[in-house]
């Protein structure tokens, strides 16, 4: 009876509900507001108060695009947390939006529909994708390239070479994603590989987007960080991979960054293992060129992103997690249609999404809101990450206003404090001789005299020693 109920228009409306919802609780302060959204606004305020064309972002590996993006957001909720938030909230509702269209024109209806909900609604998307990051934009750009490529529009092929040159240009990782589209490109036009030849639009539109970044990654070849230095320890960094990717597939490392917990090692690899066999079940059971592509995109993404990375950084594999997470909900849809029927795949869907909100509200957003975050370190492979980048930073704004100069201790507590001091004028920060010196709690690498004065001894996870 529910599943009659559940027509794809009606579940379809009930999963957007849903997205939003979920997407906008809290977004002001879960998480808190983390180093790098505080860099990359801090580039909007620049753009906002300097004249002139801004030709870079806060480094080599980030092009300007999205600090141009972020002024309106900022111009209306000014130099906040929300405003820096605000644009990735309406990409989610385009990218639920279009990637529901674009499956529709592949799959059934209510398979689109359940595939669509096992990326929205999983622990990635909803973990990283309400953060101001440039790179949560990369799911949305490659639907719009992957619409562009299939539309009837002019000139379609170059729009979508563009759209992919300025996912690059807005984060050079984005360079696994377009090695990944263009082998995946070849392979599904092999049965008339004439065809590969005409998309040469698609490579101009490409150099027209990157064009400006490419330059500039150029130019710092030879720092000791690029890219070729990354690649000569592939191997031993594709040797982690075993132990880093349960963490990862599972959406564990998501959760994580926010409350620096991680669940026991089988229950990441039980979920991870159900993700591989439902993925690997769809292209089986579909046996269609769209599907094993999907596949091959997927494993040619993730062997240039171990080249690319220099450690299993969560955000930089949320695309890759995702479209697993998309894979493994179509063999899901192929698995409930064999044993029961095509009209139940809707309620599979919703059960998808109720259990991964649950999941989020529960697990994420109540522990956070009652806490505040966490400093604790956890593991991701063999690597140690810290949650503290995600912690609440409210209470440390309320001690340092008024309080005099204060220098931080570890660059990302740097930019909170550069971008917050934008919104709270009395918050002085400094680079030396201030009067306050702040840390987060953990790094106890840092020598502290413990006489010294704490200004705020009750916050949980910052510490304020008079200098």
């Known amino acids: 009876m529910l599943a009659q109920y559940l027509t794809p228009k009606r579940t379809w409306i009930i999963l957007l509900g849903l997205l939003v919802v979920i997407s906008t609780a809290y977004l002001h302060r879960v998480p808190g507001l983390t180093g790098d959204e505080a860099a990359e606004s801090y580039e909007a305020y620049k753009v906002l108060e300097q004249s002139g064309i801004k030709p870079v972002g806060i480094n080599k590996y980030v092009g300007p695009l999205t600090d141009y993006l972020r002024v309106p957001f900022?111009?209306?909720?000014?130099?906040?947390?929300?405003?820096?938030?605000?644009?990735?909230?309406?990409?989610?509702?385009?990218?639920?939006?279009?990637?529901?269209?674009?499956?529709?024109?592949?799959?059934?209806?209510?398979?689109?529909?359940?595939?669509?909900?096992?990326?929205?609604?999983?622990?990635?998307?909803?973990?990283?994708?309400?953060?101001?990051?440039?790179?949560?934009?990369?799911?949305?750009?490659?639907?719009?390239?992957?619409?562009?490529?299939?539309s009837k529009i002019s000139q379609r092929?170059?729009?979508?070479?563009?759209?992919?040159?300025?996912?690059?240009?807005?984060?050079?990782?984005?360079?696994?994603?377009?090695?990944?589209?263009?082998?995946?490109?070849?392979?599904?036009?092999?049965?008339?590989?004439?065809?590969?030849?005409?998309?040469?639009?698609?490579?101009?539109?490409?150099?027209?987007?990157?064009?400006?970044?490419?330059?500039?990654?150029?130019?710092?070849s030879q720092d000791p960080d690029n890219f070729a230095s990354r690649g000569s320890t592939f191997f031993e960094k594709l040797a982690e991979l075993p132990q880093a990717l349960p963490d990862l597939l599972s959406g564990a490392a998501y959760f994580a960054r926010y409350t620096g917990q991680m669940p026991s090692a089988g229950l990441a690899g039980l979920i991870s293992l159900a993700i591989i066999l439902l993925a690997l079940l769809a292209v089986v059971l579909r046996r269609d060129r769209h599907t094993t592509v999907w596949l091959l995109v997927l494993l040619v993404h993730g062997c240039a992103l171990v080249f690319l990375v220099e450690r299993y950084i969560p955000r930089y594999f949320t695309t890759l997690v995702l479209g697993s997470w998309g894979l493994a909900g179509l063999g899901l849809a192929e698995l409930v249609t064999r044993f029961r029927a095509q009209a139940a795949v809707s309620l599979v869907a919703v059960t998808v999404v109720l259990?991964?909100?649950?999941?989020?509200?529960?697990?994420?957003?109540?522990?956070?809101?009652q806490s505040g975050g966490s400093v604790a370190q956890f593991r991701i492979g063999s690597e140690l990450e810290n949650a503290n980048h995600s912690v609440d930073t409210r209470?440390?704004?309320?001690?340092?206003?008024?309080?005099?100069?204060?220098?931080?201790?570890?660059?990302?507590?740097?930019?909170?404090?550069?971008?917050?001091?934008?919104?709270?004028?009395?918050?002085?920060?400094?680079?030396?001789?201030a009067e306050w010196r702040i840390a987060t709690r953990e790094q106890r690498h840092v020598p502290v005299d413990r006489s010294a004065e704490e200004r705020c001894p009750e916050l949980p996870h910052f510490s304020v020693i008079k200098q």
């Open 74 to 150: 900022i111009a209306v909720f000014g130099y906040t947390v929300l405003a820096s938030r605000v644009l990735m909230v309406l990409a989610s509702i385009a990218f639920f939006a279009l990637l529901h269209r674009l499956l529709s024109k592949h799959y059934e209806p209510d398979t689109a529909l359940l595939v669509t909900a096992a990326i929205v609604f999983s622990p990635a998307y909803l973990a990283h994708q309400r953060l101001g990051w440039a790179i949560a934009l990369f799911p949305l750009l490659t639907l719009v390239a992957l619409w562009l490529a299939q």
């Open 157 to 220: 092929y170059l729009l979508a070479g563009l759209v992919v040159g300025l996912a690059a240009h807005i984060h050079v990782l984005y360079l696994a994603m377009v090695a990944a589209l263009a082998v995946g490109l070849v392979v599904y036009l092999l049965p008339a590989w004439k065809k590969i030849l005409s998309w040469w639009p698609a490579v101009v539109g490409f150099a027209a987007g990157f064009g400006t970044q490419a330059i500039l990654v150029y130019q710092h």
């Open 395 to 433: 209470g440390l704004v309320a001690c340092l206003r008024g309080a005099g100069s204060v220098i931080e201790q570890g660059h990302l507590n740097g930019y909170r404090l550069q971008y917050l001091a934008l919104q709270y004028p009395d918050i002085v920060h400094v680079d030396d001789n």
């Open 355 to 369: 259990a991964g909100s649950v999941a989020f509200v529960t697990l994420v957003m109540v522990p956070f809101l």
